[in-house]
């Protein structure tokens, strides 16, 4: 059966990488050390695939004014509860989006315009700082 000898190959590859563990850090260190560009632009597209997915999933547009230009889109926190995904922002951008499209947290994610994010900002009063109110 071809998949039992895939099952084998890859247990295989996988108690190799265990064995071998530090030559093949090294070597990977050694890699991308002497091929940044290729990292940078790997690195850039995966982003970029990532985002582009999350965005996908979430209906390519504005939930409040309906605007669909990929470069005014930003992810929102519906309960304003960013300082809980701090971290995944700082490690890796990728796992961000994969935990914004999934299915456990439908709810807890938007996509709204830069606009409107601010004003959803100002009027939950989600800046930290205090607000200035306009004379009209």
């Known amino acids: 059966m071809p998949y039992a000898d895939l099952e084998k190959r890859v247990l295989a590859n996988k108690q190799w990488r265990l064995a071998h563990r530090e030559e093949l850090s090294k070597y990977m260190r050694t ?8 990292v940078s632009k790997n690195k850039r597209l995966s ?3 990532a985002k582009t997915r999350a965005f996908e ?7 409040r004014c309906g605007i669909t230009d ?5 992810i ?3 309960f304003a509860d960013r300082r809980a ?3 995944l922002i700082g490690h890796n951008i990728c796992h961000y989006y994969k ?4 299915p456990v947290n439908v709810g807890r994610y938007q996509l709204l315009c830069a606009n409107c ?13 205090p607000q200035i109110e306009l004379l009209q």
């Open 31 to 38: 890699w991308n050390a002497n091929n940044r560009d290729k």
């Open 47 to 49: 982003i970029q695939r």
């Open 57 to 63: 999933v979430m209906g390519n547009k504005c939930n």
């Open 70 to 74: 990929w470069r005014v889109l930003q």
């Open 76 to 78: 929102d926190h519906v």
């Open 85 to 87: 995904d701090k971290h």
């Open 99 to 102: 935990k914004v499209i999934d």
């Open 117 to 129: 994010n601010w004003i959803k900002r100002v009027e939950n009063k989600e800046n930290g700082k």
